[in-house]
C-alpha cells in the first residue's frame, strides 16, 4: 500500500460513545473517517448491564447493545473501523503519523482522540494474580457471581456507594474498605449506604494483600496505619472489587500533546481542541469533570465540526 493510500482525513482514536458519535458526525459530513477501535470496542459501557440515563432509552438499554448500535450507526454513514490500537503518535507535523500494535502506519489530517479512560487499581502484585478469581472493577458486570457470598468493595467515592449498594441486592455482605475516616462520596449516596443494613463500612482501613487457594477468599487489612492505634487482622470475603476512580487512557500522547497532572488532554474549552492544530479530544480522556457517556457523545459530535471545520479553512475539502 502506497503512502497516499494510507491518508484519511479523519482518524479516531478509540471506540466508546465519543469515538463512535464522532465517527457518525465525520461519516455524514462525507469524511470517510477511519476508526481504531482498540482493546476495548464499544468502550467501558461495555462493562455495565443496564444504561438508565441516555436520553431516548425510557426504559433503559443494555450498555453493549447501545455500542453495537452506535458502531452500526458510524458504520452506516461511510465510517471504517479497524479493531486495532494505536499505540504511537507523531503529531510534530501534518500530516500526523499514528503506529498501530503491529507497526502499520497510518497517516492522517486530522485525529481525533476519544481513548477514554480505565478504572484505577490499588497497584498490589495480589490485585494481578487474582483478576478473573475474585478481583473486579465493576460490579456491575462481575456482580452477579457473588450472590450469598461476602465481598469488599474498595474506595469511599460515590462510585464505590453504587457498586455497594449493587452488590447488596445480591451478596450475602458487603465490605467497604475506606481508607479515611469519612466517607467523599455525595450526601445522598452516603446515606443510602449507611441505611444498608448488610453494608459494614469500614473505615481508616488499607489493603496490603489478598489470600485464596484458587482465588480470592480474603484481604489483608491494616487499620490506622502509621499510627499507634495501628492493626493487621483478615476479612473473609470471595469478592474483591476497585472502585477508586479512573485514570485517562493518554499515555501514548505524552510528549505530543499537553496533558494535565492527572493525565487528562487539555482542550480550548467549549472546543475540543487541543494545543497542537489538527489533534482534537473528546469523551473521558479529556473530561475530569462530568464522564457520562452523554456528555462524551457530545463532546465526539463537537470534535468531528471542530475537524471538519479545520479541514475547510485548510481547504483540504
Ligand atoms: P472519587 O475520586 O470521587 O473517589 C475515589 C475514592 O477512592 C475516594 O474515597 C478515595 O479516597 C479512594 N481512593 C483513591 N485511591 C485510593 C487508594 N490508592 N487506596 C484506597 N482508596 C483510594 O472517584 P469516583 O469514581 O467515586 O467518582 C468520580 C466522579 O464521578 C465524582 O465526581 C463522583 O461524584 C462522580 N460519580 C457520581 C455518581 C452519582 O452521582 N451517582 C456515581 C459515580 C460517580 P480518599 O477520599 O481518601 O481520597
Not at 475474585?134 to 469511599?156: E, N, P
Not at 441486592?169 to 466517607?183: G, T
Request: hydrophobic share 40%.
Amino acid at each position: 500500500m502506497t503512502m497516499k493510500e494510507n491518508l484519511v482525513k479523519v482518524l479516531i482514536i478509540g471506540s466508546g460513545p465519543a469515538g463512535y458519535t464522532a465517527g457518525i458526525y465525520a461519516g455524514r459530513a462525507n469524511l470517510s473517517p477511519l476508526i481504531y477501535e482498540g482493546d476495548q470496542p464499544g468502550g467501558q459501557l461495555t462493562q455495565t448491564t443496564e444504561i438508565e440515563n441516555f436520553p431516548g432509552y425510557p426504559q433503559g438499554v443494555d450498555g453493549n447493545e447501545m455500542m453495537s448500535h452506535l458502531r452500526e450507526q458510524a458504520l452506516r454513514f461511510g465510517a471504517s473501523i479497524k479493531s486495532r490500537k494505536i499505540v504511537k503518535v507523531d503529531f510534530s507535523k501534518r500530516p500526523f503519523v499514528c503506529e498501530d500494535e503491529r507497526g502499520e502506519k497510518v497517516e492522517a489530517e486530522t485525529v481525533i482522540i476519544s481513548t477514554g479512560a480505565s478504572a484505577k487499581y490499588l497497584g498490589l502484585a495480589d490485585e494481578e494474580k487474582y483478576r478473573g478469581l475474585g478481583v473486579s472493577a465493576c460490579a456491575t458486570c462481575d456482580g452477579f457471581f457473588y450472590r450469598k457470598k461476602r465481598v469488599a468493595v474498595v474506595g469511599g467515592g460515590d462510585t464505590a456507594c453504587e457498586e455497594a449498594l449493587y452488590l447488596s441486592s445480591l451478596a450475602e455482605k458487603v465490605y467497604m474498605i475506606v481508607r479515611k475516616d469519612y466517607l467523599r462520596a455525595s450526601d445522598v449516596m452516603k446515606r443510602r449506604v449507611m441505611e444498608k443494613e448488610n453494608i459494614e463500612v469500614l473505615f481508616n482501613c488499607n489493603t496490603e494483600g489478598l489470600y485464596g487457594e484458587d482465588g480470592v477468599e480474603g484481604v489483608h487489612i491494616v487499620r490506622h496505619l502509621g499510627t499507634d492505634k495501628e492493626e493487621r487482622f483478615d476479612l473473609a470475603v470471595e469478592g474483591f472489587f476497585l472502585a477508586i476512580g479512573h485514570r485517562p487512557n493518554t499515555e501514548i500522547f505524552r510528549g505530543q500533546i499537553d496533558i494535565d497532572a492527572e493525565g487528562y488532554i487539555v482542550v480550548a474549552a467549549p472546543t475540543t481542541k487541543t494545543n497542537v492544530e489538527g489533534v482534537f479530544a473528546a469523551g473521558d480522556c479529556a473530561d475530569p469533570i462530568y464522564r457520562q457517556a452523554v456528555s462524551a457523545a457530545g463532546t465526539g459530535c463537537r470534535a468531528a465540526i471542530d475537524a471538519e471545520r479545520f479541514l475547510l479553512a485548510k481547504e483540504e475539502l
